[in-house]
Nanobody, 116 residues
């Protein structure tokens, strides 16, 4: 049973930084990509950033230049470093994994609140 567990959410002031991490447990033969999605109050879930096994990254326009996604293939972890946070970044952040066989896995999410 593959499980994704997010950590690192919390309350941060506007302009601050926060890092969220995702740990993958369970047996998985291969990972195609990992990513972070978020769902803000009253909004649909949206892609924030993703990274392939080869290190190719993709970012939502709203976070380009502020967020950095990284991945440790050996440890099956993914990290999202968030800088210059804005109140509109407030959301539940979900870790996503797409396996080499195209299976889709999700974590339960971690809440990030940007407020003074």
């Amino acid at each position: 049973q593959v499980q994704l567990v997010e950590s690192g959410g919390g309350l941060v002031q506007p302009g601050g930084s926060l890092t969220v991490s995702c740990a993958v447990s369970g047996s998985i033969l291969g990972i195609n990509s990992m990513g972070w999605y978020r769902q803000g109050p009253g909004k649909e879930r949206e892609l924030v950033a993703s990274i392939t096994s080869g290190g190719r990254t993709n970012y939502a326009d709203s976070v380009k230049g502020r967020f950095i996604i990284s991945r440790d293939n050996a440890k099956n972890t993914a990290t999202l470093q968030m800088n210059s946070l804005k109140p509109e970044d407030t959301a539940i952040y979900y870790c996503n994994l797409i396996s080499a066989f195209g299976l889709d896995y999700w974590g339960k999410g971690t809440l990030v609140t940007v407020s003074s």
